[in-house]
């Protein structure tokens, strides 16, 4: 093809909406073999269509598993619809509804990038959300969240939306004119979106813990795992990986319980320190006592174009962080509204400002007074990023960094009903050798997180397009994980309602 020839595949992408249209309602007799790759280990576990459904039924040998893979392969951004429920939740088995990048020459599942809903325990309204990239181990919660039920009088819908610069993932119940009722992001680690993916439902009976929140030595040389509410038991034996800075916590081991949050490696050794990346995990050889029943009404991935994901791939729902446009939250009175180029007060509440006086220029919005907008020549209005300078606050670093790990105050708590945001910061680790996690809390409650590698050459500059919402009268605190790290900490942000 010559320069700046028409290619019809190349240009024709660019302005459609959608790249691929993927979607299974299992209406059939068996798996359509066109359109999934299944796979099993062990011969216990098996995948049946019948009635407008494909039912995994797990049986109960520790380790079978079972994984239906699509053979279309996507690319991000991209939207996953998977209609679900299950014949009972119970402890030892673990279904994945995952994407999984893969390699673009074999077509096969590379362990680099994943974005997956993880259901196990034995809540019908809990499941785990795992994303994947790089190469490195999944991050998980340290909790499970809160989803629409899975038994198995209903249909529960969950839904897995990467995007270039987020991960969602929603749940809702089927067939209903509600907005989605379960709504979560993660913005560290998510998938590449460069990558080459396929969907893949996996069935695996084996019981899956993450949330290790400490790994130390127990007093006698064995590697102790704090992670609550385990619900292990002495002799149990478990397989533990992706422990960071303490190596001889990783393998398989029996277990010695010493309370409900912690148990002890049995044959470990102890050494290093532990780093919470957020990415270990503990499985337990367990099987379920029972088979279970996986149900999968249908799968529904919807890969967008570049340019029309912002509208089409789930952007303008309701759910808080995905509005088009305007996401209305909450009001705050007095209530203003644009009315002919002006802001006017329309409830007759109390003025909004501390009256000075009504001069040329009001500094007061009171009942039935409007206040000009403040355009160019042209007619552009005139804004300022976030809030009026009056609003802003920063703070500098000290001297010689943060050596420890005592919450350092970024700005104190605002008036009633009026919250924090952090715009930017810029941060540097100068130590050369301690690394550290570092932490923005909304008071004693994290909301960001990072891991700064020791020996930083100059500070990294953040900015928040999306500011970090504090809770009102709440102050904004920073911290070091690690003791013996220096870290510089400059931030900036405004408050307001």
């Known amino acids: 093809m010559t320069a700046g020839a028409y290619d019809w595949a190349d240009d024709m992408l660019k302005i459609k909406s959608m790249q691929k249209k993927f ?31 494909v039912t995994v039924s797990t049986g109960t040998t520790l380790d079978d598993e079972l994984t239906l893979t699509s053979r279309t392969t996507f690319t991000i951004p991209l939207r996953v619809m998977v209609a679900m429920n299950l014949s009972q939740r119970i402890a030892g088995q673990s279904v994945w509804l995952e994407l999984v990048s893969v390699d673009p020459a074999t077509g096969q599942p590379d362990g680099r990038s994943a974005a997956a809903w993880r259901l196990d325990g034995t809540s019908p309204t809990l499941a785990n959300y795992e994303v994947g990239s790089e190469g490195a181990p999944r991050l998980a919660g340290a909790s499970a969240s809160t989803i629409p039920t899975t038994v198995s009088t209903t249909w529960s819908v969950l839904e897995i939306e990467p995007t270039n610069d987020e991960c969602w993932f929603h749940g809702r119940q089927i067939d209903t004119t509600a907005a989605r009722a379960n709504s979560y992001v993660r913005h560290q680690q998510i998938p590449d979106p460069n990558g080459l993916y396929r969907f893949r439902i996996r069935v695996r009976n084996r019981q899956y813990v993450n949330g290790i929140s400490a790994v130390a030595n127990n007093g006698s040389g064995l590697v102790r795992i704090t992670r609550a509410a385990h619900g292990f038991a002495t002799n149990d034996v478990v397989a533990v990986a992706d422990v960071s800075g303490v190596p001889g916590a990783n393998g398989t081991f029996t277990i010695t319980v010493v309370d409900a949050n912690n148990f002890d490696l049995v044959g470990s050794g102890f050494s290093g320190a532990y780093v919470n990346t957020g990415w270990a995990s503990v499985s337990r050889n367990l099987a379920p006592a029972s088979s279970t029943d996986v149900k999968v009404q249908f799968v529904t991935v919807a890969d967008y174009a570049e340019l029309t994901t912002e509208i089409t791939a789930g952007r303008g729902q309701s759910v808080a962080g995905q509005g088009l446009g305007v996401n209305v939250l909450s009001t705050v009175a007095p209530s203003l509204t644009a009315v002919g180029g002006q802001a006017r007060n329309t409830n007759g509440a109390a003025p909004v400002l501390v009256a000075t006086g009504l001069s040329a220029n009001p500094t007061v919005v009171t009942t039935g007074r409007g206040v000009d907008l403040l355009a160019t020549l042209i007619g552009a209005l005139v804004t300022r990023p976030y809030s009026i300078p009056e609003a802003d606050w920063q703070y500098a670093a000290a001297a010689g960094g943060i050596t420890g790990t005592t919450d350092v105050l970024l700005k104190s708590a605002a008036a009633a009903g009026v919250r924090n945001y952090v715009t930017s910061i810029d941060v540097r680790n100068a130590h050369a050798s301690v690394a550290t996690e570092v932490v923005i809390k909304d008071g004693a409650t994290v909301i960001w997180r990072q891991l700064l590698p020791a020996a930083m050459p100059a500070p990294v500059e953040i900015s928040f397009p999306t500011p970090l919402r504090g809770t009102a009268a709440t102050a904004v605190n920073f911290a070091c994980l690690t003791t013996g790290a220096q870290v510089y900490v400059n931030a900036q942000g405004y408050a307001a309602p």
């Open 23 to 53: 979607r299974d309602s299992f209406n059939g007799t068996e798996v359509n073999a066109a359109r999934w790759e299944v796979a099993a280990t062990g011969g216990g576990i098996a995948a049946t269509v019948a009635d407008g459904a």
